[in-house]
T-cell receptor, first 114, second 113 residues
Framework: DAGVIQSPRHEVTEMGQEVTLRCKPI?????LFWYRQTMMRGLELLIY????????DSGMPEDRFSAKMPNASFSTLKIQPSEPRDSAVYFC????????????FGDGTRLSIL | GQQVMQIPQYQHVQEGEDFTTYCNSS?????IQWYKQRPGGHPVFLIQ?????EVKKQKRLTFQFGEAKKNSSLHITATQTTDVGTYFC?????????????FGGGTRVLVKP
């Protein structure tokens, strides 16, 4: 079975550009999570969705970040405009429960903002 | 707010030796999960503990949930080079209904052959 699929795997872009990260969760998983991982801050939850509805976006750093889930099989995380401090690995994860079931992570997108 | 702390941050282990990594929460947890992330990889679920004092084993890995459900530990016996990676715990605070899993900072394990 296919796991969580993220694209692109790597993204290098210049400061000020718009960046869009994509995620396809595992079919049948009602929960989708976006995380950011850096050496300094570790693994941070940015936002999560339940049945395509954003439930908690308190981890979103600022207005430059936005996330959408237009249907059960697709989500995007957008950064506009991007800044060098946004450089990190961004993971998408999906699950059948908010906390009581395992989260299945994608391979991540390694983002570098120059 | 609720925090999950892991110690140590780094663990250098001689191949064949045992070691333990600890996870501590400032609040009582309803459950705790452990994940392993290999270098360059993504976190992979290992196990979940729910009951007070629960102990679970996976081959050379032993996971324990504290009696007060505020701490957990992962003990690895006879460390192998395949154990290299970062081990994360993640907990859900009981008192904050509707909350989400909070990940600890991880313990990065390096194995000396």
């Amino acid at each position: 079975d296919a796991g969580v699929i993220q694209s692109p795997r790597h993204e290098v872009t210049e400061m000020g550009q718009e960046v869009t990260l994509r995620c396809k969760p595992i079919s049948g998983h009602d929960y989708l999570f976006w995380y950011r991982q850096t050496m300094m801050r570790g693994l941070e939850l940015l936002i999560y969705f339940n049945n395509n509805v954003p439930i908690d976006d308190s981890g979103m750093p600022e207005d430059r970040f936005s996330a959408k889930m237009p249907n059960a099989s697709f989500s995007t995380l957008k950064i506009q405009p991007s800044e060098p401090r946004d450089s990190a690995v961004y993971f998408c994860a999906s699950s059948t429960d908010r906390v009581l079931e395992p989260q299945h992570f994608g391979d991540g997108t390694r983002l570098s903002i120059l | 707010g609720q925090q999950v702390m892991q110690i140590p941050q780094y663990q250098h282990v001689q191949e064949g030796e045992d070691f333990t990594t600890y996870c501590n929460s400032s609040t009582t947890l309803s459950n705790i999960q452990w994940y392993k992330q290999r270098p360059g990889g993504h976190p992979v679920f290992l196990i979940q503990l729910v009951k007070s004092g629960e102990v679970k084993k996976q081959k050379r890995l032993t996971f324990q949930f504290g009696e007060a459900k505020k701490n957990s530990s992962l003990h690895i016996t006879a460390t192998q080079t395949t154990d290299v990676g970062t081990y994360f715990c993640a907990g859900d605070p009981i008192e904050a209904a509707g909350n989400k899993l909070t990940f600890g900072g991880g313990t990065r394990v390096l194995v000396k052959p």
